[in-house]
Structure formats: structure tokens, C-alpha cells
């Protein structure tokens, strides 16, 4: 009867009127209060990597390539089966649909990219994996009109003239104008330079290789970290989803956290204001600190994905091996429980206001695809 709980938690927690709420410990979600300060969730940005050497080196070996050219490369294809799945490649020789080694767990768009849903005369999609060992991150670019796709190594810069693998169970991704956002768990958040993809050599190695090129583990293109922005609040919050409201005014994006049904941590989520002419936080001061501007205790165990559009918070919940709910949420009201909406395992969701749809990724192996919703079809009350 866990739901039930839930649900009565969650109710409880919009019964709150905001005006009741000053200065509370943001790490307790079990009293009577719920709601919290979005401006007790700070996140600090970090000092920007000096990509300039790697890049001119790229550049000048006509090996800097565009999002455009990565679309247009794909090597694999997803085959799609009506029912609004797109289902990763399985072959006698490849198989993205249920290997162990990689799991997706992230989803973004072209559409989270840039409003017009188009970048670089491309419509696609792109999907963040965490490796079992969590000693690397890549990112997928599925071209959405024949559905080929080709995955690309996520790095961050060793030096100025070399870069090595990202060693974190990346989660929930955003795309913004030429940034990447890759949540980081416990740390906050790093951003990756979409205007700096990189055709490297063959090779297993990640970085410079001995005859003086660069390598990738075998993969074609490495897009290198450009930033950070790291969590500096007093308590702990756990980064594992992200999305961008391209609805609100500013844009914003929203973080939440997952937790299992057995954590006592609380389950939150928060909103920061993201700036549409540098694609960096919004009203950083003269620290580089950005405050929250929202959150809210939530107690849905097991989130995977969340994200707003219209005052509206779409949110998964996966339910282990049983189809995954979503939870339909306008602040303010009791969150209503659709029940096995998606398929299982869901996580990661993204908005597409051209539909509109709503996108998310799921990760049960043989189970994994990207699939495709009508916004209209997840019920609010
Ligand atoms: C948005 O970015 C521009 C360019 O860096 C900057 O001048 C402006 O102050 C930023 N706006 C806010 C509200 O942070």
C-alpha cells in the first residue's frame, strides 16, 4: 500500500499555503510543512575549462564537426513498433537493447535545444547511458526522421592539450542552445560543449594515443566538458534528473531527486532560472551562485524523470519489473496517479511543445526504447 502513502503525503504536501513557510530544515520532508525555499538549493559555478588548444588542434585537422554532421553519421537504426516505441538496435553483432554494460537513462531533443525544435536543419534526439562501472558516459544522437543513430563519448579536459573519460552514473540530460547538461548525483551538474564535437582516431584508449593523435574506446566523435556547476548547499541533494521548461518565463529547468522506497532521504525537486543569451544559470551573483527559485518536498518514491510545461510537472515512476506510472502534478493540487502509463522502467523525460509530446526513455533490458506520448493523454485530477 505504498502508493496510498503517496499519495496522502503528496496531498498533505499542497495543503501547505506558502505563506506559512520561513527558514525550515530543507532536509526534513516528514513534518507538516512540505514545501521548501528554492533558495536554499545553491548551485556554484566552476571556473570554465580553456578548450581553445584542443579545439584549434581539431579545427586546423578539419576534425571539428558539426551536430549536423554527427545526425548525418548514424551507424546503427532503431525500428519503431506503432505503439509509439522507438526500440534500440539488436543484431547477431550488436545489441543496444539488452546490454548490461550500457544502460540509458537520460533524453533530450532538438527541441529542448533550440524553440524551433530544429537544429542545424536537424530534428533528433538525444539519450545519455551510464556504463555498469560508471567509469564513462555517452550520448546518443537518433535522427528522428529515419531513426539511425550513433553514439559519442562524453569527456572532460586533462590539461589543455588532452581529455580523458567522465567517470559518473550520468542520469537525466538537457540541451540548450550549444550546452549539454549532464546531471552528476551528488556533486550538481556539468555542462558540455555542443559546439565543440570532435572526430578522433581508432584506438581503446580515451585521450592522446603514443603515435600522437587522439582516441576515443572506439568511438567516432568525443563532445568535451566545458563546465560545472557544483552543489554547494550545507545538505545533501541528489542530482538525477533534469529537464527545461521552454513554457516558463525565463526558460527553467527542473532537477529532482530518485529514491527508493526503503531511503528516508527525502524526495524533492527544484527549479533554477536558466539564461537564454549565455545558456548559463540565471542571476548568478558576484560568487557565481545560483538560488533555486522553487522546490518542493514531492514523496513519490522511485521518480525517474520530471518535467514542466504549462504550470503542469509530468513525472515517471518506475516500478520495477511492472510498468512505470506517471504522475500528472500541478503545484497546488493533489497529483494524480496514472497508472502503468508506460512501459517499465521508465526515466528521464523531456517536453516537446511542437506536438505537443512528451518523450522519456526506458530501461528494462529487451524493453528499452524511446517513447513517444500526447501530453493531453496524462490526467491531472
Ligand atoms: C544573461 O546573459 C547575459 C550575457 O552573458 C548577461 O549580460 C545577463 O546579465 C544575463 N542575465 C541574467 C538575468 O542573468
Redesign the pocket.
Known sequence: MRFTSTVLAVAAAILVPATMVVAQDPNNCNTEEKKRDGADFVLTEQKAYDLSKLSSYFSSNGKKVKVSDVFEDGNHKMTEDGLGHRIWERTPDYDDLTTEKWIPQGITTTADALDTGIYEGKDGFLVSWHRDDDSAVRVTFVNKGDNTYRHALLVQPDGTDNFKNVPIHAGGILWYGSTLWVVDTSNGLRVFDMSNIWQVGSGDGVGKTSSGGYSAAGYKYVIPQLRSYKWTSSFPFRFSFVSLDRTST?DSILVGEYQRDSDTAPVRMVQW?I????R?????DSQGRAKGIWAYCVNIDRMQGAVQANKKIYITRDNINDPGDMFGWIPGQIAYQNRYFTTEKPEDLSYDKRGPWLYTVTELAGRRYISTFDPAQVKFS
Not at 548559463?280 to 548568478?284: A, E, G, K, Y
Open positions: 525565463p532560472n539564461n537564454a543569451t549565455d548559463r544559470l540565471r542571476d548568478l
